[in-house]
Nanobody, 125 residues
Framework: QVQVVESGGGSVQAGGSLRLSCAAS????????MGWFRQVPGKERECVAT????????YYPDSMKGRFTISRDYAKNTGYLQMNSLKPEDTAVYYC??????????????????WGRGTQVTVSS
């Protein structure tokens, strides 16, 4: 089992920055990929960024390139999502997810088998 817990959400004005953290515990050695997703009510969960846990390779959907940076501290079992130049449309619940499978950098939520409870990010104009 793997547990992931997000932190760092909050309210920020447009143009501001936030850094989200995702602390992993349990069988962290089994994590192959960590991903950040976001969701607003009535919409599907969308991928923001993914990172291979051991090698640090990253993947961003085209719509997320430029303002978001995913990283991880392997020794601390913690992942991060740095968000800059935030816009009101970035308002969402942000989720951290861990995949203990083959390690493909996938943006498909169903490929991840462990999820956090999410942290709210609110960007005001």
């Amino acid at each position: 089992q793997v547990q992931v817990v997000e932190s760092g959400g909050g309210s920020v004005q447009a143009g501001g920055s936030l850094r989200l953290s995702c602390a992993a515990s349990g069988r962290t050695y089994s994590i192959s990929v960590m991903g950040w997703f976001r969701q607003v009510p009535g919409k599907e969960r969308e991928c923001v960024a993914t990172i291979s846990w051991s090698g640090g390779m990253t993947y961003y959907p085209d719509s997320m390139k430029g303002r978001f940076t995913i990283s991880r501290d392997y020794a601390k079992n913690t992942g991060y999502l740095q968000m800059n130049s935030l816009k009101p449309e970035d308002t969402a619940v942000y989720y951290c997810a861990a995949d203990t499978g083959f390690g493909h950098l996938t943006s498909t939520p169903s490929s991840y088998n462990y999820w956090g409870r999410g942290t709210q990010v609110t960007v005001s104009s």
